[in-house]
């Protein structure tokens, strides 16, 4: 989801419960895309990526799903636990002039209700 | 132990002072990246490098300034010249062997100036 302001989307889900975070990019010639987990005060840490080849790639309780005919990418977690509470940040890298930078999302805060 | 690290993790000062934060990894990465976070927002790319002796612009570069002599260390000061520094920092670096994008980030220097 797009940040408005100082106000990051935020998604509450219940203990146990399935999350799926949503993010939409902006290149279509991007052709990697990666999910970072940010826990307050500190830096983000690596979930899953995709490539560009791929539609699906899944990880321990995350799956990430890949739609480049709408520039979409998903997060999903399985049974989410409170220590998935967090900001999640969708990140792509457009590939087009050799440079290795990703462009980062503005982020989506997950709450996790005990 | 293999790692990206920045110290301090705290850090005040006067405003009109220029400040260097530290970023050091082991992982004989290329590339390095230094990102500002403001509360609520996502990450915004400073300065970035490739090689050592080489670096690049980000999209907020004004007011900052870094440094690439050793492959292992990448340090941003912040200058006088910067509006509103008071922000998180976080440093991430990078293997650039083909299609690997994944940049891995340090613990982040939180800088209030005052």
């Known amino acids: 989801g797009e940040s408005v302001g100082l106000h990051l989307p935020t998604l509450s889900v219940q203990e146990g419960d399935n999350s799926i975070i949503n993010c939409a990019y902006s290149n279509s010639a991007s052709d990697y895309f990666i999910w970072y987990k940010q826990e307050s005060g500190k830096g983000p840490q690596f979930i899953i990526d995709i490539r560009s080849n791929m539609d699906k790639r899944q990880g321990q309780r995350v799956t990430v799903l890949l739609n480049k005919t709408v520039k979409h990418l998903s997060l999903q977690i399985a049974a989410t636990q409170p220590g998935d509470s967090a900001v999640y940040f969708c990140?792509?890298?457009?590939?087009?002039?050799?440079?290795?930078?990703?462009?980062f999302g503005s982020g989506t805060r997950l709450l996790v209700r005990p | 132990d293999g790692g990206i690290t920045q110290s301090p993790k705290y850090l005040f000062r006067k405003e009109g002072q220029n400040v260097t934060l530290s970023c050091e990894q082991n992982l004989n990465h290329d590339a390095m990246y230094w990102y500002r976070q403001d509360p609520g927002q996502g990450l915004r790319l400073i300065y970035y490098s490739q090689i050592v002796n080489d670096f690049q612009k980000g999209d907020i570069a004004e007011g900052y300034s870094v440094s690439r002599e050793k492959k292992e260390s990448f340090p941003l000061t912040v200058t006088s010249a910067q509006k509103n520094p008071t922000a998180f920092y976080l440093c991430?670096?990078?293997?650039?062997?083909?299609?690997?994008?994944?940049?891995?980030f340090g613990p982040g220097t939180r800088l209030t100036v005052t």
């Open positions: 990140a792509e890298n457009i590939g087009m002039d050799s440079s290795y930078k990703l462009i």
């Open positions: 991430a670096s990078q293997g650039v062997e083909a299609g690997n994008y994944e940049q891995y």
